[in-house]
């Protein structure tokens, strides 16, 4: 499959806005359907930090895979919006985080990591934008520089709290075979996404 998006033809969301920018009925609907969108993202990230699938050498979580996704299907703006929303409310105190809720759970030991997700997910949009999802190659590229920059942001705040051996050897090490997993599940993935973000803005 050379060109995935060309196959299932259909489009990232970024492209999806880019031409719907024609009138007054089609911005309005646009705006709902982001909107739409946003809380089915936030909704998807809450619900995936709290899945855990037997695996080694730790459980396999897919809050990683569904920010993948994000990024990818949602482009910069609108996956960055809804990362930044899913933060907001675990800082307000909603449950959506995998153990516990509030501002101070951001000074934990997985705060880098959630700080990763917005970074990456406007990172995977940006290239997205930019045609790198329209092969499988350039796509499963691209998230594996997103998951570089969640685990760059996870252990550079890690090591402040535990130091930066630790921090490799337990923020790094036992979630490789997984994320190189979620990798591949989630860059076969694209199509299906895309093809729910079509469908949102018709």
Not at 132 to 143: I, L, Y
Request: proline share 4%; glycine share 12%; aromatic share 10%.
């Amino acid at each position: 499959m050379n060109d995935i998006t060309a196959s299932a033809k259909i489009t990232p969301l970024a492209t999806a806005l880019m031409a719907r920018r024609g009138g007054d009925a089609d911005t309005s609907l646009t705006l709902m359907a982001q909107i739409c969108l946003l809380v089915c993202g936030v909704a998807a990230l809450a619900v995936s930090a709290h899945v855990k699938i037997p695996f080694y050498p730790v459980p396999l979580t897919m809050q990683t895979l569904v920010v993948l996704l994000i990024g990818m299907a949602y482009g910069s703006r609108l996956g960055g919006a809804t990362v930044l929303a899913y933060l907001g409310a675990g800082a307000a105190g909603a449950p959506v985080f995998a153990s516990g809720a509030g501002i101070l759970y951001f000074a934990g030991p997985t705060g880098g990591y959630l700080a990763g997700f917005f970074i990456a997910t406007i990172v995977l949009g940006f290239l997205a934008e930019r045609g790198w999802a329209r092969s499988f190659v350039t796509t499963a590229f691209s998230m594996l520089i997103g998951i570089a920059i969640i685990y760059a942001c996870g252990v550079t705040w890690l090591s402040q709290l535990i130091g930066l051996d630790k921090a490799v050897s337990i923020g790094i090490l036992p979630f490789l075979y997984g994320d190189a997993l979620k990798l591949v599940i989630a860059s076969l993935g694209m199509p299906l996404a895309w093809s729910f973000v079509n469908k949102m803005m018709k």
